[in-house]
């Protein structure tokens, strides 16, 4: 009887939680009184489901722990079996939860044990919460069972996924567009989301504001926001940003590129925008100063781009000039820049750099071309010196660079005729040869060797470049000597550079750079300078980033001795270690960087010793605020302290706060900016800044600026700080485009597959169609307009379609695009009458869909008696078949189906493939006699 018992028991255990058994349980709860549970356990019990068939559940013992991982629960053994018989413990997991170990153990009477240990493993998708993980099954003779539950308590996992649309984002300037995206919950809990837009300036939301969305874990939601396109807007890329936030945290953020063009099809409003302004100011003296001033930005062409500016007026006063910068004029000479995408024309002021070698940053009044296509490129500058009013004279200057692929090699070469004036006039004339190979590890090695002629001499120079770019990886090693030196357009006469830039890991990058460099000039008989810095940077979680930066700078410079008793050196050495801290949430930022170091000044007359003073140099700066479409206000502060000689202690401090283009409220789209600064300087000078402005707009295009500042930079003859007032009238329009030769069309949907535009079939809007260089956009109803060579086909960038539809090739008017689909045509190779089923390898055979104008597709076999065509456009297709390089030959048998493709849903066929005609014989020549009973049967394959 005890050993049928402790059967009996042991069933029970390792049925409790999966299912019930009644009769088992009212047996065991008749055999066992209750009284043998203390009342102590008696009074925490909670029925269970093991209570209610029979057992006792005790209190629950309570672990935390992730998904994913093992957790070692101690679990206590109950007082009333702490003495006794032997106990058998049984542990039954709940759900997924696993045991690892053995699930039964043995506790022997008089052992003394009073804990168990059990490890159990946490499902990888266990949802966040308290939950019952298993049951410990304590089962000894003369007791009930007692089960102790065991719930983790699995901690929290936040990860959501947002993943932009496939397809390509394109707009037309004052239409809308629809971005869509994804949402993902890869946690193990239930998240309520709010997606936040981040939109270019002039952008707006055309739908209202979607609530929050509740996603449950393992759950995707589809999401789309339709955008108002400015019609100003300018072409090209323009960024969308998408932040999902639940409460104060960020959860996700991308961000999506839309292509914005300005096609011939919207009309006048793709043109450049004319801005005309007459600005007047007082400065700080009092009298008036005026500036005209004639800007033109925009489309001038399908393809090219126009930029310029032009400005005249009279200026008297520092004041006026920064009056007038804040107003949005500038005073400059007329300049004029044409961009097309593989040409760009410079007129008036204009400047390049041709190489290292042949000369840099040459400026001046002129003209610039450069020329690019796939293989070559053309560079050239012909133009005069800029004046000044120390030296009027202006000199010719004029430079050819030439670029052309050979091979894995790019070879190039410039001439170059560089010269101005000034108070130190440089003058260059060269003539270089230089090519770029690609080297080991991914980089790239440029080399340059140039005959060097400038004022007071000649040389040849030469210059080595390891350049190595990958993602946010780069490196750039750089060797150059340049006779010469900056009083010949180059950087230094002697130049060697080093700079890293790696991500380690997704939140830590570390940069570097030493350099070093020497240089001679008319003015200084040696100048050198060499440096480093090392800079660390982790981001903390989001936005948030941390940077340490160390640095070290040194210059030395030898004046020549340009008049007697003139002459001597000076130097200057600067080292720091600081810490930045850098973050932003949404619309806020916040950045801080403190900086401990010092310097040492050095200064050694002609003829006496060398006078050096070191002192320490620390400073922090912050700044903080708020942007986005509504403006800018931002907080500033910087704290500098040096030491003098003596100890004392000097301290210079800025405190200030700013607003720029801000909208004001209630006041139908005025925006105001302003500035409030206060300097408190070395030596107890106090100085500061007051400015305010408002940005008025008009009507029919036109709109009023005003500004009024005080600032203690400024004074009058008399000594005193004035206020200097501005104002700017201007008037933006924007006109039609200068139209060049194009195609028009529609892109529609080709419905019955005939390629032929037929009532009832839609546009397509958003495609984008090319010609060459050259691309428009379709309008809303499929209308499109392209420029360009009119003897190229035009067609439809696939990209821009959505998923499903495909082009239907190239034409010159109207588009068709069709639904495609996957059709699946099953092969069935018939058996022989009377003979046993052919099997026969069809890997090697061929199946052609033909369309009606003869196009024809091919399938691929998918299976072993399966061919697919992956992609096939609405229509109807007639299907061919070669099998002859099948193993036996096979005929299809007639009539074959016509495939019929009607929409996205996968068509599926069967074709039935019959073996030759077999004739038998028995050897006697008499073709279709019978065998005879002692004659061999033999087949024969026909050729009929």
């Known amino acids: 009887m005890m050993r049928r018992a402790t059967v009996l028991r042991w069933a029970f255990a390792l049925a409790a939680g999966v299912c019930a058994l009644p009769p088992l349980a009212k047996a065991q709860s008749s055999a066992f009184p209750k009284s043998a549970v203390p009342a102590s356990d008696l009074a925490n019990t909670v029925p269970s489901d093991s209570a209610r068939d029979g057992g006792t559940t005790l209190p629950s013992v309570t672990v935390s722990g992730a998904p994913r991982s093992y957790q070692v629960i101690t679990v206590p053994v109950p007082d009333a079996l702490a003495s006794g018989t032997d106990v058998d413990v049984v542990i039954v997991p709940h759900g997924d939860f696993v045991i690892l170990g053995a699930r039964s153990r043995k506790l022997p009477a008089g052992a003394g044990q009073r804990k168990i240990a059990v490890t159990i493993g946490i499902p990888a998708g266990a949802l966040a919460g308290r939950l019952m993980a298993a049951e410990a099954h304590f089962i000894s003779t003369g007791s009930p069972t007692l089960v102790v539950p065991i719930e983790i308590n699995v901690s929290l996992v936040r990860n959501i996924v947002l993943t932009p649309g496939k397809a390509r984002l394109s707009a037309q300037a004052g239409s809308d567009v629809i971005v869509p995206f994804e949402i993902a919950n890869f946690g193990n809990a239930m998240e309520r989301i709010d997606a936040k837009l981040f939109l270019p300036e002039g952008w707006s939301v055309r739908e209202v504001k979607q609530g929050a969305v509740t996603i449950s874990p393992g759950e995707t939601s589809k999401r789309r926001v339709r955008l108002k396109v400015p019609t100003l807007s300018s072409t090209g890329s323009s960024f969308v940003g998408v932040t999902l936030v639940s409460g104060a945290d960020t959860l996700a953020s991308e961000t999506m590129t839309v292509e914005v063009f300005n096609s011939n099809s919207i009309g006048g409003q793709s043109g450049p925008l004319i801005t005309t302004a007459y600005s007047r100011a007082l400065d700080e003296n009092g009298n008036v100063n005026q500036l005209m001033t004639l800007t033109a930005n925009g489309a001038l062409y399908d393809s090219v781009r126009i930029d310029a500016h032009a400005a005249g007026g009279t200026l008297l006063g520092a004041a006026a000039s920064n009056s007038f910068a804040h107003l949005g004029s500038y005073q400059s000479s007329a300049s004029l820049i044409l961009t097309a995408p593989s040409t760009q024309l410079s007129v008036g002021n204009t400047g390049t750099s041709f190489s290292d070698l042949t000369g840099l940053y040459s400026y001046g009044q002129g003209a610039l071309i450069h020329a690019q296509r796939s293989d070559w490129s053309v560079l050239a500058l012909g133009a005069y010196s800029l004046p000044s009013s120390t030296a009027p004279d202006r000199k010719p200057m004029f430079g050819l660079r030439a ?69 946010e990886n780069s490196t750039e090693l750089r060797a150059t000597h340049a006779p010469g030196g900056s009083d010949a357009f180059a950087r230094a006469t002697n130049e060697l550079v080093a700079n890293v830039s790696e991500r380690l890991t997704h939140r830590a990058s570390v940069s570097a750079s030493a350099w070093s460099t020497t240089d001679a000039t008319s003015v200084f008989s040696g100048l050198k300078s060499n440096g480093f810095s090392l800079r660390p940077q982790y981001a903390i979680y989001g936005a948030t980033t941390v940077a340490l930066e160390a640095r070290s700078y040194s210059f030395d410079a030898n004046s020549r001795q340009l008049a007697p008793g003139s002459g001597g050196a000076f130097g200057n050495r600067e080292q720091q270690l600081g810490v930045n801290l850098s973050t932003y949430l949404h619309q806020y930022f916040f950045n801080s960087t403190a900086y401990l170091g010092n310097v040492t000044r050095t200064v050694t007359p002609l003829g006496l010793a060398t006078i050096s003073d070191r002192t320490p140099r620390n400073y922090w700066t912050a700044n903080a605020g708020w942007s986005g479409p509504g403006g800018l206000v931002e907080l500033q502060t910087r704290i500098e302290q040096t030491r003098d000689r003596a100890g004392f202690v000097n301290q210079q401090s800025l405190f200030g706060v700013r607003a720029d283009q801000v909208v ?16 408190s300087g070395f030596g107890g000078e106090k100085s500061a800044i007051i400015r305010a402005g408002l940005a008025i707009p008009l009507i029919d295009g036109f709109s009023v600026k005003i500004d009024a500042e005080r600032n203690s930079i400024f004074h009058s003859i008399g000594g005193s700080v004035p206020w200097v007032f501005g104002f700017r009238l201007e008037h933006a329009i924007t006109v039609p485009m200068v139209r060049m030769p194009g195609t028009s069309g529609y892109v529609f949907e080709d419905l019955n597959g005939n390629q032929r535009r037929d009532d009832g079939e839609p546009g397509v809007a958003g495609a984008i169609v090319r010609r060459g260089s050259e691309s428009a956009v379709a309008d809303e109803s499929g209308k499109y307009r392209v420029g360009g060579d009119s003897r190229q086909a035009v067609v439809i960038d696939e990209a821009s379609l959505a998923d499903g539809w495909t082009a239907n090739g190239s034409a010159r008017g109207d588009l068709s695009v069709t639904l495609t689909t996957s059709a699946a045509i099953e092969l069935r190779v018939a058996a022989r009458s009377g003979i046993a089923d052919v099997q026969i390898d069809l890997a090697k055979a061929h199946v052609i869909a033909r369309d009606s104008a003869g196009r024809e597709w091919g399938a691929m076999m998918s299976g072993p008696t399966t061919a697919t065509f992956q992609s096939l456009p609405v229509g109807n297709y007639t299907l061919d078949f070669d099998l002859s390089e099948l193993s036996e030959p096979l005929v299809p048998r007639t009539p074959v189906p016509l495939l019929i493709v009607s929409g996205k849903d996968s068509k599926s066929i069967t074709v039935t493939l019959d073996p030759r005609p077999i004739r038998m014989w028995n050897g006697s020549g008499k073709s279709g006699s019978a065998p005879k009973s002692d004659a061999p049967v033999t087949t024969k394959k026909s050729g009929s």
């Not at 070879?411 to 005729?417: A, C, K, L, Q, T």
């Not at 004022?455 to 990958?470: A, E, F, I, K, Y």
């Open 403 to 471: 670029e052309h692929q050979v091979g894995i090699a790019q070879i190039s070469s410039s001439i170059s005729h560089l010269a101005d004036a000034g108070p130190s006039p440089r003058q260059l004339d060269a003539a270089g040869i230089g090519a770029a190979l690609p080297s080991p590890f991914g980089t790239t090695f440029k080399a340059e060797v140039a005959e060097r002629r400038f004022d007071g001499g000649s040389g040849l120079g030469w210059s080595s470049q390891l350049v190595r770019m990958s993602g």
């Open 664 to 679: 004001l409220p209630m006041l139908s789209g005025i925006r105001g900016e302003g500035e409030v600064q206060r300097v």
